[in-house]
């Protein structure tokens, strides 16, 4: 088995992270937790403390790290003996995580692609911009890599395998349809990380269809979706990380992400675009102060761990994959539904976080028994997904299926 897990970041998907990880704690042995601001790893210290969360007695240390300098996070693997590491860091991090990962031997993990401050939407399919150029390096040195295991991406690349292995003999179309059905009461706020969530919509939205790369803008692609527990909801065409891994592994079927919207976001969106505030480009002030507007934006903004207190209403993030199955149409969707209030009372966070947060436990669980320590670099999907879900239904995230058959909980 491999043992004991570095997590990088201490933000509101690492607090999910660090409670899930100390709730398993008997299956991931030593626990730590690095950033480069060591207080706010104390502060998610203390509230695993608070909650009891330790399954069994054991370590659990925080650490000052600066997560962009390879050398240095190489060193803590190093000191701390980790052999699991869960990036949870800014998407800007992952290539220098990644790198100390190799470099000492032990498996990586991440939620999101990685990204570069100065650039906007890179040219698809975006993995291969940067983390599967290092493919070949993880095969070679038999280094276990993980990309994308959050939810989406992550458990939805699972939940389209499950789909199209066990529902289907072909598959046609695979749209992720990610709904936040909550309401934190505060006149304006991103859900995570305001600079990440704003770069993610002001590029250009890439689909695949057809065979090929459909571009699109943001907002200009919506469709009303009738889902469980939320019910009706609009939902707008949005580039997103699984859909360049899926296209890739599933060329023949279209591959498109929607995301759910109210209009008072998409105004305040607009107005932040039109006024050049969404801009990664340094200007100057007439102070001859240099910024970035996007980041005065992220500063002004509610710090996104700050709304876990106050949110209500629930998520629903799933597949709807179609396909053919005995020569007849067939659809599934697979999908879960998550409380806000539910997740606050379990581990201090809102529902998005949650949803993020439990996923790179589960798999880093899968890899300390062997199930996933698969000695290469892969995408979620290139996995059997079905020990992930079902180590999924244990820790708190259950998986639901909807097809000709009813509704109903899945069970392996």
Same mark, same amino acid.
């Given at each position: 088995?491999?043992?004991?897990v570095?997590?990088?970041?201490?933000?509101?998907?690492?607090?999910?992270?660090?409670?899930?990880?100390?709730?398993?704690?008997?299956?991931?042995?030593?626990?730590?937790?690095?950033?480069?601001?060591?207080? +706010?790893?104390?502060?998610?210290?203390?509230?695993?403390?608070?909650?009891?969360?330790?399954?069994?007695?054991?370590?659990?240390?925080?650490?000052?790290v600066d997560?962009?300098?390879t050398?240095?996070?190489?060193?803590?693997?190093? +000191?701390?003996?980790?052999?699991?590491?869960?990036?949870?860091?800014?998407?800007?991090?992952?290539?220098?995580?990644?790198?100390?990962?190799?470099?000492?031997?032990?498996?990586?993990?991440d939620?999101?692609?990685?990204?570069?401050?100065?650039?906007?939407?890179?040219?698809?399919?975006?993995?291969?911009?940067?983390?599967?150029k290092?493919?070949?390096?993880?095969?070679e040195?038999?280094?276990?890599?993980?990309?994308?295991v959050g939810?989406?991406?992550?458990?939805?690349?699972a939940?389209?395998?499950?789909?199209?292995?066990?529902?289907?003999?072909?598959?046609?179309?695979i749209?992720?349809?990610?709904?936040?059905?909550?309401?934190?009461?505060?006149w304006?706020?991103?859900?995570?990380?305001?600079e990440?969530?704003?770069?993610?919509?002001?590029?250009?939205?890439?689909?695949?269809?057809?065979?090929?790369? !459909?571009?699109?803008?943001m907002?200009?692609?919506?469709?009303?979706?009738?889902?469980?527990?939320?019910?009706? !909801?609009?939902?707008?065409m949005t580039?997103?990380?699984?859909v360049?891994?899926?296209?890739?592994?599933?060329?023949?079927?279209?591959?498109?992400?929607?995301?759910?919207?109210?209009?008072?976001?998409i105004?305040?969106f607009?107005?932040?675009?039109?006024?050049?505030?969404?801009?990664?480009?340094?200007?100057?002030?007439?102070?001859?102060?240099?910024?970035?507007?996007?980041?005065v934006?992220?500063?002004?903004?509610?710090?996104?761990?700050?709304?876990?207190p106050d949110?209500?209403?629930?998520?629903?993030?799933?597949?709807?994959?179609?396909?053919?199955?005995?020569?007849?149409?067939?659809?599934?969707?697979?999908?879960?539904?998550?409380?806000?209030?539910?997740?606050?009372?379990?581990?201090?966070? !809102?529902?998005?976080?949650?949803?993020?947060?439990?996923?790179?436990v589960?798999a880093?669980?899968?890899?300390?028994?062997?199930?996933w320590?698969?000695?290469?670099?892969?995408?979620?999907?290139?996995?059997?997904? +079905?020990?992930?879900?079902?180590?999924?239904?244990?820790?708190?995230?259950?998986?639901?299926?909807?097809?000709?058959?009813?509704?109903?909980?899945?069970?392996?």
């Amino acid at each position: 088995m491999k043992k004991n897990v570095l997590i990088i970041g201490a933000g509101g998907v690492a607090q999910v992270v660090a409670h899930k990880c100390a709730q398993n704690n008997d299956v991931l042995g030593d626990i730590h937790i690095a950033s480069r601001t060591l207080s +706010k790893c104390d502060a998610i210290l203390d509230s695993v403390r608070e909650k009891n969360a330790m399954k069994v007695a054991g370590v659990f240390q925080s650490h000052a790290v600066d997560a962009m300098d390879t050398a240095a996070v190489a060193a803590l693997i190093r +000191k701390t003996d980790v052999k699991i590491v869960i990036n949870v860091g800014s998407a800007f991090v992952n290539m220098y995580v990644l790198d100390a990962c190799i470099e000492t031997g032990v498996a990586y993990m991440d939620t999101a692609i990685h990204e570069d401050p100065t650039k906007i939407c890179e040219a698809p399919p975006w993995y291969g911009n940067y983390e599967w150029k290092r493919r070949a390096t993880c095969a070679e040195k038999g280094v276990t890599a993980i990309l994308g295991v959050g939810f989406d991406p992550g458990v939805v690349n699972a939940y389209a395998r499950l789909a199209i292995d066990d529902y289907m003999d072909e598959v046609r179309s695979i749209d992720i349809i990610d709904i936040n059905a909550g309401s934190h009461g505060r006149w304006f706020s991103t859900n995570f990380d305001p600079e990440i969530n704003f770069r993610e919509f002001t590029g250009t939205v890439y689909s695949w269809q057809n065979g090929g790369w !459909q571009e699109n803008s943001m907002f200009e692609v919506g469709h009303e979706w009738e889902l469980p527990v939320v019910g009706k !909801q609009k939902a707008y065409m949005t580039g997103h990380d699984e859909v360049h891994s899926l296209a890739t592994h599933y060329p023949q079927a279209d591959v498109r992400f929607w995301m759910g919207f109210g209009d008072h976001y998409i105004n305040v969106f607009t107005v932040l675009k039109n006024l050049g505030l969404l801009s990664e480009k340094p200007v100057k002030t007439a102070e001859g102060l240099e910024v970035i507007p996007l980041k005065v934006v992220k500063a002004v903004l509610p710090d996104p761990s700050s709304l876990a207190p106050d949110y209500t209403g629930k998520t629903c993030i799933g597949d709807l994959v179609k396909g053919v199955k005995d020569g007849k149409d067939v659809e599934v969707f697979v999908y879960n539904v998550a409380d806000h209030k539910e997740a606050y009372t379990e581990v201090g966070s !809102q529902g998005i976080s949650y949803t993020a947060g439990v996923p790179p436990v589960a798999a880093a669980m899968l890899i300390a028994t062997g199930e996933w320590d698969v000695g290469t670099m892969v995408n979620v999907e290139q996995l059997d997904p +079905k020990p992930f879900l079902t180590l999924l239904d244990q820790i708190g995230l259950p998986t639901r299926i909807k097809d000709a058959a009813g509704d109903r909980a899945w069970n392996a």
